[in-house]
Every structure is written in C-alpha cells, then in structure tokens.
T-cell receptor, first 114, second 110 residues
Framework: NAGVTQTPKFQVLKTGQSMTLQCAQD?????MYWYRQDPGMGLRLIYY???????DKGEVPNGYNVSRLNKREFSLRLESAAPSQTSVYFC?????????????FGPGTRLTVL | DQQVKQNSPSLSVQEGRISILNCDYT??????FLWYKKYPAEGPTFLIS?????DKNEDGRFTVFLNKSAKHLSLHIVPSQPGDSAVYFC?????????FGKGNQVVVIP
C-alpha cells in the first residue's frame, strides 16, 4: 500500500496563478483532510471531507476550494494564489468511524507564491 | 483561539536521558489525545495516543500521561535516541477532527 500520496512535491507560482494539489489514499478511508503548516503555527485545517460527496470548512478555508472526486481522491485548488499561501500543504486520511481515528499523512507539497 | 498549546518550542537532551514534552488544552470535550512525530521534508507520523478516560498509556520507550483536571498531557521518551530528533506535535480529537499544537523541536545529542 502506498498510503497517502500527494502531487506535486514542490511548486512555485506567481501571484494570481491557479493550481490544484492532488491527494489520493489507498486505505479505503472515509475521511480526508487538507492542512497547511507554517513556521511556528503547527498544522491548521483548511478543509475536510467526512465522506465522498461532502466537504466542510476548517480553520483557514479562505482562498481555497476542494473537491472530493471519489472515495480515494481529495483535491485542493487555489484559484488566485497569493504570497500568504506560501506554505507546506499536507493531505491526511482516516477511517472516519465511531471511536478513535488515527490520521495518516502524505509527504506534503511545498508551495511558494512569488 | 488555540485549543492545544505546546510551550517551550525546543528541547535538547543527551542520548540515553529522558525527554519530556508538555501539552495543554482548553476544550474538555476532546475524546482522544495523540502525539505525532515529524522529520524534515516528511509528513507527520503517528506515535502514541491516549483516551480521555485513561491517565497513562505506554508503548515501548514512549509513555503519555494525561491529567484531565489540569487539562494537561505529557510525552516521556526514555531513553532518548538520536533518531528521536524531530518535531513533535500534540493533537486532540473530537470525532474525526484533530486540533494540533504548534510543535516542539527535540534534538538528541549523541
């Protein structure tokens, strides 16, 4: 099993450009998440999806959109990138069942917006 | 408003000694507490967890203690090894959502 995969690993954008970060998991998990990590800020939740076809805003959703394409894939889109969106982005997934749910993380996408 | 707080951003410890990381939380509805470990250029990986109804959980060199009345938990690593050098995140869950602390950098000196 590959676990959680993310593409691309690195990306440099100019202000105003758009892009989509891709995430896929092969663990048959129900819930998927997008986080951003900034220096000294820990991990902050952008959006999450509790199941296929549903999405909800997290702590810092402004400037982002998401699509839960199917059970495996959850993409994050930046429509008009801004320098404040320079960050490392992590996708995660979990079983999403009642009780304890450990989240599994992908390797991250390092995004720089100039 | 941050619900999970990790103070003392960095910790240096000699190999073989104990590393103690602390975490405070504000929301009494959290049902599980987790510690994640993160190496540079990698995603966080799960280390150990504890249910809110327990006060201790041990897994090899790692022990997590929970003090619900103080809304405080700690992670003990003993003995510390050079491979433990990483950033450690405390996290707390309600259902399938996690709230993370800012992380502690641990450096184990050989």
């Amino acid at each position: 099993n590959a676990g959680v995969t993310q593409t691309p690993k690195f990306q440099v954008l100019k202000t105003g450009q758009s892009m989509t970060l891709q995430c896929a998991q092969d663990m048959n998990h129900n819930s998927m998440y997008w986080y951003r990590q900034d220096p000294g800020m820990g991990l902050r939740l952008i959006y999450y999806s509790a199941s296929e076809g549903t999405t909800d805003k997290g702590e810092v959703p402004n400037g982002y959109n998401v699509s839960r394409l199917n059970k495996r894939e959850f993409s994050l889109r930046l429509e008009s990138a801004a320098p404040s969106q320079t960050s490392v982005y992590f996708c995660a997934s979990t079983r999403g069942l009642a009780g304890y749910n450990e989240q599994f993380f992908g390797p991250g996408t390092r995004l720089t917006v100039l | 408003d941050q619900q999970v707080k990790q103070n003392s951003p960095s910790l240096s410890v000699q190999e073989g000694r104990i590393s103690i990381l602390n975490c405070d939380y504000t929301n009494s509805m959290f049902d599980y507490f987790l510690w994640y470990k993160k190496y540079p250029a990698e995603g966080p990986t799960f280390l150990i967890s504890i249910s809110s109804i327990k006060d201790k959980n041990e897994d090899g060199r790692f022990t997590v203690f929970l003090n619900k009345s103080a809304k405080h938990l700690s992670l003990h690593i003993v003995p510390s090894q050079p491979g433990d050098s990483a950033v450690y995140f405390c996290a707390a869950s309600i259902g399938d959502r996690l709230a993370f602390g800012k992380g502690n950098q641990v450096v184990v000196i050989p």
